[in-house]
Each structure stands twice: as structure tokens, then as C-alpha cells.
């Protein structure tokens, strides 16, 4: 039996019986056992779990599932019920959660397979999986450098073939940016359009989940099982979710895109500049109009969003006392156990607690944290005025092409920096996707970014699928 | 200009987040910390005079009827607790007053 590799693919061929949702289980089990010894993609393998539900599939498929049969990853700061979720964490290495996610309902109702959770930086903190308490994430392109991050396990289940969808979570780039540096597709919906209950909170004005996929058309599927308002996380929106498949015709006549070309300076690779110029030259091909415009205040994105995340992440990570879940450090007093149990954070975390904690402190707040929130809806002014004469912005999703492990560990603002294109997104709320537009002279993914109107993801997968039918996806 | 942060300052940001440090993490992350609000004070350049902190991104009306509904029950939660007794209802903490 050939294994499909699309989860269109996947689907059709278990609907139809030519292949049973556990034999394709088994193929994704098998390729996890054969790269991901040294990938080290997963925290956790659900193989008994993976393989059950597989079979049951098989028993009784529900009619009409979009995603049947289809084996996914799930980035381990998003809840499985009786499944550990760590969140790259010493302080939940024990946690197993008595609930599932949203987004881990929709998924099984639409009749996917959940075969295990992936790595990430401590809480979704960092940009290149290296600061789980577990141990990096090798990129599969160059086993010496990082796949980005935080989502970087997600990211790599994905590129090395493992799996062909994943879930990652954002909340200032880690979809896009990894999803670049590992050669597919990554996408940040707009905020609210998920639901993000059960997901371990870092940043709640930014934090989003979203997909990784090797083809816009999975992807596209994919996104209309996990879009929709949800009564359990009252930051949902109650937005229309349209049939993002049956949109991707290729034809993108009439859109245009706008270049903030002003942004694209010294610290761009040139052959970052060189591929991005060609997805850019694709756009046109399939019709799109490119012009130059004007995003006076992006370039401040980083400093506004380690001054809200932070602030943010602060506040999210004080449940972590050891006392209602996680780990806890014995001590004779209960301030004590806090102190203790805290120190298992790692040091990223630390610092951006640190961060948060001294901008929301008396006398610094209206400084850093109320000056931040006044320049961050600049930059949401800024894409406002930006989106009444385009439909698009592009970019590149990363300055650079993946860094070695090690190289920027020690240099917190350096690895900040990998984000410069991504976390403006973020702050504007805006659905951004990453598409990969070839590799460079040294073999290693560029990726392109898209970003769009609040809730107009169609017009960014439409796009991805017009780049991508013409700039076949990379293979590692 | 930029807040430079001694050992002291980064104790006493600790104590409020009540972080344990050790003492290698104190000196480094005085450098650290100094640098990337150094790097964050750009927004202090900005002139934001006349508009309103954007301190939210959310389009959803975050309302809903209050009405009952089935929530995770109490063993359920007490279990995940490193220290819950189910048969009290209670999480157990070490002493919290005198010493």
C-alpha cells in the first residue's frame, strides 16, 4: 500500500476504504520512531492512545468527517485530557489535564487522529525550541541548527514528514517563524477566530492557535474544522467561517499587495531578499498588483511586544505556585514552597517575568507598559490606513534563514530579533500566514509572509495556494 | 534614557514575582534585563500624544448569560494538586502564618 502524504488525500482514501485510518497511523508512528530520535519533535508519543482511536475510526467513521483518518500533532501547551501537556515545563512535567482543549474537540469530531504532543520553548517563550526543559528540537534541513520556535516541534512533525497537519500556538510569531525556518506552511489566524480554551495562557491580548501544513489546501481544511466562536473562551468571535477549500482557485486577479519596503533593511539576508522577491514576482503572475506603502510604527513591533507580553506572562504565570496543579518544592513555609517551586522555571521564563513584573511595577508602569499599549495602536493605525488602499502586506517571515543551535541562547534581544517581521501581526490582531518560497544557496527554507484583514484568512490561503502551485514546496 | 538595573533591583523584581534565583542568575540577569529594556526604551521616542492604550485586541462581545452549567468536578481537580485531599475538599499548603 502507498501511503497518501496530504490529509486530502488521507481523507479521501479512508472514506472511501482503500485504506484504513490504522494503517495510516501506523505509517505516522513509524516515521516518528524513524526520524524523531534524533529530531526530537515529540515530548510524547501517544501510540496506544493514537492507535485506538484509529481503529475505531475504522469500526464506525463518522459521515462527512473532513479530517478522517488524518494523524495530527499537537503542540504540548494545548490541554489533552488524561494526555501529560508540559508546556516544555519542569513545573508541569507531571501535569495531565481532566480537560480537552476546543480545538482538540474540534479536531476529533472532524475525525482526526491525535498521535502526540510536540516540543516547544518553556510556555511558548523563545523562538527556537531551545528553551524546553526537555531539550531542543533539531531542524530537519540541518540537524546543527533550530527550527525556530517556540512552535518548533509542531514545525518539524510537519516538515519531516511525520505528520501532515500540526497545531502550534502564537503569540508573537512562533507559528510563522518556525514554519519558515523549516520549509512549510504556518498560519496565525486572527485573533479570536480560534478558540484558545485550553491553552496554556501566556500572553491573552496575543496568544493564538493555528496550523502548520505542507499544502494551502490542507491547511484550508483544516482551518474551517477550527475557526468559529466558542462559548468558552469569550475572546472567540462569532465571525462568519467561510469554505476556505472549494476558494483556492490560483486566480488572484484584482488583489493587491502592499510592500513596506521601508522595513527590509540591512539585517535581511540577501538570500532572504532574493526569495522573497521571487514569491513576490509569483503574486504578480497570478494576477496580483504589488505597490509600495508606508508602516511607520512596525519597526517598533519588538520592543511594544516584550513590553505587553511580558507584562502579560507575568500575570498568567503566578498560578504556577504549586499548590491547585504542576509541580511543587517542599518548604516548611508556604512563601517558601512559592519561591521554590518557582525556581524550576527555566531562564527565559524567569526573565520575562522579571521583564513583566518590574513594567507593571509602580513608577515604571505609564513609562514602559502604558507607552506601549499608546504605540501599539499606532502600529494597528498603521495597518488600518495600509488596508484601505491593499489587501495584502508582504514581507519576509524571518530576517534570517534557521541559526545554529547554541548560537543565540545567550543573547536574549539577538533572538528577540528573529521575530522583527512577525509579532506586529500579533499586536494588530491580524491573520498572518508564512509560505515557503525556496531555499537558499546553503539549502536551508525562506519563507514569505502574508498578512491580511481582521478574519480574511480566505485571501491569505488563496494566496499561499497561488504561490505555492507555482513554487513547489521544498523537501528536506 | 533607560533604567539600568543593579543586583538589587533584580532581588527585589524577583521577590516581587516570587522567584527564587541563584547566585549566578543575579548578576546575569542585571545585564540582561538592562539590555532588552534598553532596546524597549525606543518606544519612549514615539510621540503618542492624544491616543488611547490599545490594550486589547478582541472583536467578540465577551458577555453571556449567567446561567448554570456542568463544570469539572471537585476530585477531578483535586487530583491534578500536588498535595489535594479529596476526602477534605481541600488543597493542603505548608503553614501559612508564624513560623
Not at chain 2, 498535595?83 to 513560623?99: C, E, I, M
Amino acid at each position: 500500500v502507498t501511503l497518501p502524504s496530504s490529509a486530502c488525500e488521507i481523507r479521501a482514501d479512508v472514506a472511501a476504504r482503500r485504506i484504513s485510518a490504522v494503517e495510516v497511523c501506523r505509517a505516522a508512528l513509524a516515521a516518528i520512531a524513524a526520524r524523531d530520535t534524533s529530531l526530537h519533535a515529540f515530548l510524547h508519543v501517544d501510540e496506544q492512545g493514537a492507535l485506538a482511536r484509529a481503529a475505531e475510526l475504522d469500526r464506525n467513521p463518522p459521515p462527512d468527517a473532513p479530517l478522517l483518518g488524518v494523524p495530527v500533532a499537537l503542540k504540548d501547551n494545548i490541554c489533552t485530557a488524561g494526555v501529560r501537556t508540559t508546556a516544555g515545563s519542569r513545573v508541569l512535567e507531571n501535569y495531565i489535564p481532566p480537560y480537552s482543549a476546543s480545538v482538540v474537540e474540534r479536531l476529533t469530531a472532524a475525525g482526526a487522529v491525535i498521535v502526540g504532543k510536540t516540543n516547544c520553548d518553556e510556555f511558548a517563550m523563545g523562538s527556537s525550541t531551545e528553551h524546553s526543559a526537555f531539550g531542543p528540537t533539531r531542524n530537519p534541513w540541518d540537524e546543527s541548527r533550530a527550527p525556530g520556535g517556540s512552535s518548533g516541534g509542531s514545525a518539524v512533525a510537519v516538515a519531516a514528514r511525520m505528520v501532515p497537519l500540526s497545531l502550534g500556538s502564537e503569540t508573537g510569531g512562533s507559528i510563522r517563524q518556525p514554519s519558515a525556518l523549516c520549509g512549510v506552511l504556518g498560519l496565525k489566524p486572527t485573533y479570536g477566530r480560534v478558540s484558545r480554551f485550553g491553552l496554556i495562557a501566556f500572553g491573552s491580548s496575543l496568544d493564538q492557535i493555528g496550523p502548520f501544513a505542507r499544502s494551502a489546501r490542507d491547511m484550508a481544511v483544516l482551518m474551517r474544522v477550527l475557526a468559529g466562536r466558542d462559548a468558552r473562551d469569550s475572546t472567540s468571535a462569532d465571525a462568519e467561517v467561510p469554505d476556505y477549500e472549494t476558494r483556492l482557485d490560483g486566480d488572484l486577479a484584482g488583489l493587491r499587495v502592499g510592500i513596506p519596503r521601508a522595513l527590509l533593511g540591512d539585517g535581511v539576508e540577501a538570500a532572504v531578499r532574493d526569495a522573497f522577491e521571487r514569491g513576490i514576482a509569483e503574486l504578480q503572475q497570478a494576477g496580483a498588483a504589488t505597490r509600495e506603502i508606508d508602516l511607520p510604527h512596525a519597526a517598533l513591533a519588538i520592543p511594544v511586544y516584550y513590553l505587553v507580553a511580558n507584562a502579560e506572562a507575568s500575570s498568567n504565570l503566578a498560578r504556577f505556585d504549586g499548590v491547585r496543579y504542576g509541580t511543587r518544592v517542599d518548604a516548611p513555609s508556604v512563601i517558601e514552597m512559592y519561591y521554590r517551586t518557582r525556581a524550576r522555571f527555566g531562564a527565559e521564563v524567569k526573565r520575562r517575568i522579571m521583564i513583566g513584573t518590574f513594567v507593571l511595577s509602580a513608577g515604571y508602569y505609564e513609562a514602559y507598559y502604558l507607552k506601549a499599549q499608546k504605540v501599539r495602536a499606532l502600529i494597528r493605525q498603521d495597518y488600518d490606513r495600509a488596508f484601505a488602499d491593499v489587501d495584502l502586506v508582504a514581507l519576509p517571515t524571518t530576517p534570517t534563514t534557521a541559526f545554529t543551535l547554541g548560537e543565540r541562547l545567550d543573547d536574549p534581544l539577538q533572538m528577540y530579533l528573529s521575530d522583527v517581521f512577525t509579532a506586529a501581526a500579533n499586536l494588530a490582531g491580524l491573520p498572518a500566514i508564512s509560505v515557503p518560497v525556496g531555499v537558499s544557496p546553503g539549502r536551508l527554507p525562506i519563507g514569505l509572509q502574508l498578512t491580511g484583514r481582521a478574519f480574511d484568512e480566505e485571501t491569505l490561503l488563496r494566496a499561499a495556494h497561488a504561490i505555492e502551485s507555482r513554487l513547489p514546496l521544498p523537501t528536506p | 534614557m533607560a533604567d539600568i538595573l543593579t543586583q538589587a533591583d533584580v532581588e527585589r523584581i524577583a521577590a516581587l514575582a516570587r522567584l527564587e534565583l541563584t547566585s549566578d542568575e543575579i548578576p546575569r540577569f542585571a545585564a540582561q534585563l538592562t539590555a532588552i529594556l534598553a532596546y524597549a526604551d525606543q518606544v519612549q521616542q514615539v510621540d503618542t500624544s492624544g491616543i488611547e492604550p490599545d490594550a486589547s485586541t478582541t472583536l467578540a462581545s465577551a458577555g453571556r448569560d449567567d446561567v448554570l452549567a456542568p463544570s469539572l468536578s471537585r476530585d477531578a481537580l483535586l487530583d491534578q494538586a500536588p498535595a489535594g485531599d479529596r476526602q477534605a475538599g481541600l488543597f493542603k499548603v505548608p503553614r501559612v502564618l508564624g513560623s
